[in-house]
């Protein structure tokens, strides 16, 4: 079992960054890729980043990306999303999720594990 806790998220104003933190307990992520997804109100959840358990390449959705980045530090057995030129749009809930494997998942039924979430609200 992976145990996984979203912390870093708040009140932002628009163009402002944030840093998320997804710490893991249990097992060490060494083996497991990595994603982040959110969700706003009325929306359904969608993919914001990925990384594979080698950590050799990012991958994010078009929305995020040049913005957010996706990282991951094996010692600590975490995994951040930092998050610069917010926008109102990024408003939502930001869920850390983990899967045993050897590739990157884009899609929320491929991941096994998640956080509890940590919200995020952008202000204009």
């Known amino acids: 079992q992976v145990q996984l806790v979203e912390s870093g998220g708040g009140l932002v104003q628009a163009g402002g960054s944030l840093r998320l933190s997804c710490a893991a307990s249990?097992?060490?992520?060494?083996?497991?890729?990595m994603g982040w997804f959110r969700q706003a109100p009325g929306k359904e959840r969608e993919f914001v980043a990925g990384v594979p358990r080698s950590g050799g390449s990012t991958y994010y959705a078009d929305s995020v990306k040049g913005r957010f980045t996706i990282s991951r530090d094996y010692a600590k057995n975490t995994v951040f999303l930092q998050m610069n030129s917010l926008k109102p749009e990024d408003t939502a809930v930001y869920y850390c999720a983990a899967t045993y494997g050897v590739g990157w998942y884009r899609a929320s039924y491929d991941y096994q594990y998640w956080g509890q979430g940590t919200q995020v609200t952008v202000s204009s």
């Open positions: 249990g097992r060490t992520l060494s083996s497991y890729a």
